[in-house]
């Protein structure tokens, strides 16, 4: 079992930057390709960034741009930094891993989640 704790989150105004974290533990992490996904209510949950084993990258439209996704095998941890962020980016974010040379996009596809870390953008 992969256990995944997200951080980072809170309230901020428009046009604000945010980094948030995701912790790793209980397997080799640099055997598994991670997601960010974000739930707003009453929508579906989507996808934001994924990077691969080899730190391939893959971003939403809506996040191209502005979002940064990266890795740090040595310490087991996943970040997303968010610039321009705006009230649209509010929405609880999630961490995700599958154990997987590629990087996915639908949220089907991977095993393990973290609990979510809260974003609100104010206008």
């Known amino acids: 079992q992969v256990h995944l704790v997200e951080s980072g989150g809170g309230l901020v105004q428009a046009g604000s930057s945010l980094r948030l974290s995701c912790a790793a533990s209980?397997?080799?992490?640099?055997?598994?390709?991670m997601g960010w996904f974000r739930q707003a209510p009453g929508k579906e949950r989507e996808f934001v960034a994924g990077?691969?084993?080899?730190?391939?990258?893959r971003y939403a439209d809506s996040a191209k741009g502005r979002f940064t996704v990266s890795r740090d095998n040595a310490k087991n941890t996943v970040y997303l930094q968010m610039n321009s962020l705006k009230p649209d980016d509010t929405a609880v974010y999630y961490c995700?891993?599958?154990?997987?040379?590629?990087?996915?996009?639908?949220?089907?596809?991977?095993?393990?989640w973290g609990q979510g870390t809260q974003v609100t953008v104010s206008s």
């Open positions: 990077i691969s084993r080899s730190e391939d990258t």
């Open positions: 995700a891993a599958v154990h997987s040379i590629a990087t996915h996009i639908t949220a089907s596809e991977y095993e393990y």
């Open positions: 209980g397997h080799t992490f640099s055997w598994y390709g």
